[in-house]
């Protein structure tokens, strides 16, 4: 026998050994206090038939508290009870307990409120894991079986070459969506863990922004995007690679949103005590629904999967910016384009 078959046994046995040992001290209580006050009225009854009363009357009174005590103890334990027994299930995985909160007694009531929202907090926690298993894997499978796809095609001996370069592409396009999938997951999960920051140095936020459009270059020369800067100079304190990050996914997305011929305008404002960053384009906007769900992990405006992504930039950007105390709020409309607000404390510790 281990030692949580004793501790069962104990809890089982508990109640009854101290119904009976109270029974027990009750019945000879009794019988004393009888016999005093037969002592004291100098009428002790005859032993042949005094005794036996006062045994049946010790034993009938015995017995009512013996039930009364029992009932008492069983009410009190009985809401004990049934939080270890609902607890080993919640432990076991079972998150569909709900204990009854409309028991009367106001300490009892409280204790079933907390463990329902315990287990309410535990199932989101759950859901939350297996969602995030969920998106991981379904955000690797598409890239996984382009790679295993056109690699067979590859094999083939009777491509032409422009079959081969354009499979190739596929290939090389599908190990960076990987690669950058991979990238953030390993960050984001590295940032949420994180509170304390990394190693921080003063430089210049709008020379910063210059470097993440010059960048991206590439990108919005290919769709002819109209870039408009107004920037004021303003130092900050901070990890530059984390906020490099913030400004590469914030034009990144004005980029990938907007049409051929459309505008971004970026601009960096000093403030007393802040800094402020918009980043605005004339893309396709967002519905106010959208804008609801753009900072969760994995979530993606577009539901076909056309465009390029996977719906962890904005998660990273907020994670980031939360981790310098700062906001990021979104102004937009659909097909009236986008803008970004970050506001930066200096003074964030
Ligand atoms: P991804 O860009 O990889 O899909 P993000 O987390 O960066 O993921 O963005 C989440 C979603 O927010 C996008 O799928 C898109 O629907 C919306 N979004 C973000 N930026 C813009 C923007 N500038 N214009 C329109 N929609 C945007």
């Given at each position: ?7 069962k046994?104990?809890k089982?046995?508990f109640p ?14 009794t ?17 042949s ?9 010790s034993?009938l009174?015995g017995?009512?508290?013996?039930i ?21 299930k919640v432990?076991k ?9 409309s ?10 409120i ?11 926690i ?5 969602d ?17 796809g ?7 001996p ?21 690669s ?9 999960s590295?940032?949420e ?16 922004i210059?470097q ?5 270059e590439?990108?919005w ?11 004021d ?13 913030v400004?590469l996914?914030l ?7 907007t ?7 970026a601009?960096?404002?000093?403030h007393?005590?802040y ?12 519905s ?7 900072f969760?992990k994995f979530?993606q405006?577009d ?19 939360d ?7 979104v102004?937009s409309?659909?097909?009236k ?13």
């Amino acid at each position: 026998m281990n030692k949580n078959h004793y501790i069962k046994l104990l809890k089982l046995w508990f109640p009854f050994i101290i119904n009976v040992f109270i029974t027990f001290t009750i019945t000879y209580i009794t019988t004393l206090i009888i016999i005093f006050i037969y002592a004291k009225q100098d009428s002790l009854p005859s032993p042949s038939m005094g005794f036996t009363l006062i045994i049946v009357i010790s034993i009938l009174i015995g017995l009512f508290f013996t039930i009364f005590i029992g009932l008492m103890i069983h009410n009190f334990i009985k809401p004990i009870n049934k939080i270890i027994e609902s607890a080993e299930k919640v432990a076991k995985g079972d998150f569909s307990i709900h204990l009854d909160e409309s028991v009367h007694k106001e300490e009892i009531r409280d204790m079933y409120i907390s463990f329902n929202k315990m287990v309410r907090e535990l199932n989101s926690i759950e859901t939350l894991r297996n969602d995030f298993i969920v998106n991981v894997s379904h955000e690797f499978k598409t890239p996984l079986s382009s790679i295993e796809g056109y690699a067979t095609l590859l094999q083939s001996p009777n491509i032409t070459e422009e079959e081969r370069i354009e499979y190739s592409k596929i290939i090389i396009e599908s190990s960076k969506q990987l690669s950058s999938l991979t990238g953030n997951i390993l960050t984001l999960s590295k940032l949420e863990t994180q509170e304390i920051l990394p190693e921080s140095v003063h430089f210049n936020l709008d020379e910063q922004i210059r470097q993440a459009l010059l960048i991206l270059e590439n990108k919005w020369c290919s769709k002819n995007i109209d870039i408009n800067l107004d920037f004021d100079m303003c130092s900050y304190y901070g990890n530059e690679k984390l906020l490099m990050q913030v400004w590469l996914n914030l034009l990144e997305n004005a980029i990938k949103f907007t049409s051929n011929g459309g505008t971004i305008t970026a601009s960096v404002k000093e403030h007393n005590e802040y800094i402020c960053i918009t980043i605005s384009d004339t893309g396709i906007g967002m519905s106010k629904e959208t804008q609801q769900y753009i900072f969760d992990k994995f979530y993606q405006g577009d539901k076909t999967h056309t465009i390029d992504g996977n719906g962890l930039g904005l998660a990273l950007v907020k994670r980031i910016i939360d981790l310098y105390n700062g906001t990021i709020t979104v102004k937009s409309a659909v097909n009236k384009g986008s803008t970004f607000i970050v506001s930066l404390p200096k003074n964030y510790n």
